[in-house]
């Protein structure tokens, strides 16, 4: 991935900003559409006080903790703008020729915008998901000595997110139109990243596999994180996430510049 050094820096901080601001600009909308979030908090809300009862655990969780650990799987999961689409459309309309000779680097551009319209989308799905939770369940023990680490915990899987996506969205490259791709990898989202319960309840096998992709370490594990924080659990998460972050940094990066070099092979 090309490196931002000394001013350029500001540059994609800058870009951030924008993205960020543009958001705010459209904050009511957003809200309403946080309509989708309170339905599934509610309907899980039913759903656990129905199985787990006021004993019933799933994976050391209770009723009252595993809809907490719903409100963050899917603030992070909802909160993840759809970048493939902008990528898809660049391709295929030929803008992505004019991007590629403008002085950044296309992946940091991405990702800082990712953050900036991340930023705000999580903030707002996550009132209005905690509110709700507040109402129905009861409050969260949050442990505030720790909150460091669990905002590290989910700084790193924003960041481990933008990489898989933007990965899946470097497809367009090759075949323009990637959305069936992420019909799937939203797909395994369900399954692999624990999106409904925690990926420590499934049975051997299909856990083994959870743990081998990065979706555990960006949904279920920093969500798992906040709701029942454990020294040894958080260094397994952050070990797991620095590598995947790396790993999939040097994937992107190796497809951009094969991608790149298809482009003006092509004309582009």
């Known amino acids: 991935m090309q490196l931002a050094r000394g001013g350029a820096v500001r540059k994609y901080l ?3 900003e924008i993205s960020l601001t543009n ?10 559409s946080s309509i989708f979030l309170i339905l599934i908090l509610f309907i899980f809300s039913q759903l656990w006080k129905t199985v787990l009862g ?3 655990q799933i994976a050391g969780l209770d009723s009252t903790r595993m809809l907490w650990y719903m409100v963050f799987t899917e603030v ?19 803008d992505i020729a004019y991007k590629l000779v403008r002085p950044y680097s296309y992946i940091l551009y991405y990702f800082s915008s990712h953050c900036g319209e991340y930023a705000v989308r999580f903030v707002t799905n996550l009132l209005v998901g905690s509110a709700f939770a507040y109402l129905a ?5 949050v442990p505030w000595a720790k909150l460091g680490w669990v905002l590290l915990g989910l700084a790193l899987a924003a960041a481990i997110n933008f990489l898989v996506s933007f990965s899946v969205a470097l497809l367009a490259f090759w075949l323009e139109e990637n959305r069936p791709f992420f019909w799937i990898l939203n797909k395994m989202l369900f399954i692999f990243g624990g999106l409904f319960i925690p990926v420590e309840a499934y049975p051997q096998g299909l856990r083994l596999v959870s743990y081998l992709l990065p979706l555990r370490y ?12 454990d020294y040894a ?16 940094a040097a994937l992107v990066t190796a497809m951009f510049r094969k991608g790149v070099r298809r482009v003006h092979v092509h004309g582009g």
């Open 233 to 248: 659990f958080l260094w397994q998460l952050l070990a797991g996430q620095l590598v995947w972050v790396l790993l999939l």
């Open 137 to 141: 369940m009861g409050p969260l023990a």
């Open 23 to 32: 958001r705010l600009a459209y904050l009511a909308d957003h809200l309403v």
């Open 76 to 94: 992070i999961a909802l909160s993840t703008p759809g970048t493939h689409s902008l990528v898809s459309e660049e391709v295929k309309s030929g």
């Open 218 to 229: 960006s949904i279920s594990g920093p969500a798992l994180l906040v709701v029942n924080f």
């Open 14 to 16: 800058r870009v951030a």
């Open 54 to 56: 006021t004993e019933g």
